[in-house]
């Protein structure tokens, strides 16, 4: 499938980037390739995983928590259209979400 190639050589790129940037100067192109060996399918599971869970702490637990205590002071207008845009982030991932359900799920091609 293309989309788990693409997440996982976008993942392979962060993950260089983030050993390059920890290491500076003296980065070992040898060290820290865990990554490679790792199959497409894998990558994209955690990638997808990741963005999931991460985004459920955030769109489901701080965000509902930020608008409550900004409701206090902001606009009845403008609280709406945050709240509508937390609905919307909210919508997003679930997808995210069941989307990784269906990837977990489901047998691999390979």
């Not at 060996?37 to 991460?54: P, Q």
């Not at 985004?55 to 637990?61: D, K, M, R, W």
Request: no cysteine; proline share 2%; glycine share 8%.
């Amino acid at each position: 499938m293309q989309i788990k190639t693409k997440l996982a050589s976008a993942m392979r790129r962060l993950d260089q980037l983030k050993n390059k940037n920890d290491h500076g100067n003296d980065f070992d192109q040898g060290e820290g390739q865990e990554l490679i060996v790792e199959s497409d399918d894998y990558l994209a599971k955690k990638f997808v995983w990741t963005i999931a869970i991460g985004g459920a702490a955030v769109f489901f637990i701080g965000l509902p928590l930020l608008l409550s205590i900004l409701q206090i002071v902001m606009p009845v207008v403008i609280m709406n259209v945050l709240w509508m845009m937390a609905k919307i982030g909210m919508t997003l991932v679930l997808l995210v979400f069941g989307y990784a359900v269906y990837m977990t799920l489901v047998k691999s091609d390979n």
